[in-house]
């Protein structure tokens, strides 16, 4: 595994289509990012879209991972959108490629997250987990904790309900973020 990350990569068409390409691919094969399996393109659009426009306005920032000239993973570094809460950002829609998932890319994409975090001088970083599938498991080995719980909070069919469960990594930065 040796990847190569890339933090606000330009927004091609070409981009935007592998992003889209890669979300559906992650959906279903049973990843928790924002929808159910099974997806196509076109149910994945709308969010994308929205997710793009946020990159655009420059609240958000995209890390993208490479091996070689393909796009394995992605995550989005999102602002919160509120004067009090400039000090830490929230991690979305963390995502590698079904093909090279259990090879460390995860792990070293949310790495680079931390270093940037870092980098940056924030306090901390934040991700909602869907609860069910051990993914806790992989956010603690990473350094962060849960901090809260939020019961049965989504519904991913009839009688599928799943908790959202809050998890943060401390960076302990104390200067203005960028
Ligand atoms: C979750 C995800 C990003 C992890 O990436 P990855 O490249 O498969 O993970 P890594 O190979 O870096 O694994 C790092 C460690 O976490 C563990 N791990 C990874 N995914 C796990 C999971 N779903 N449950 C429990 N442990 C997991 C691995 O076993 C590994 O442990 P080790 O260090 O003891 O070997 C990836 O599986 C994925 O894209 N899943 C689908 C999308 C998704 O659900 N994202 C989460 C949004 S909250």
Sequence with gaps: MNL?????PQLTCELREQIVALWVDVTNAGGAVGFVAPVAAADVHPLAEETFAGLAAGSDRLLVGYEGDRLVGILI???N?????THW???KRVMVHPDTQGRGCGAALMREAERI???WGL????VTVRGGLGLETFYARLGYREVGRLPRALRLAPG???DEVLMWLDLGGHTAAA
């Design 160 to 162: 599928d309900d799943r």
């Design 4 to 8: 190569r990350f890339v933090l606000d």
């Design 117 to 119: 975090g870092r980098a």
């Design 89 to 91: 950002r929230v991690l």
């Design 77 to 79: 570094i999102s602002d």
């Design 123 to 126: 306090d901390g970083l934040h």
């Design 81 to 85: 959108r509120f004067h009090l809460k």
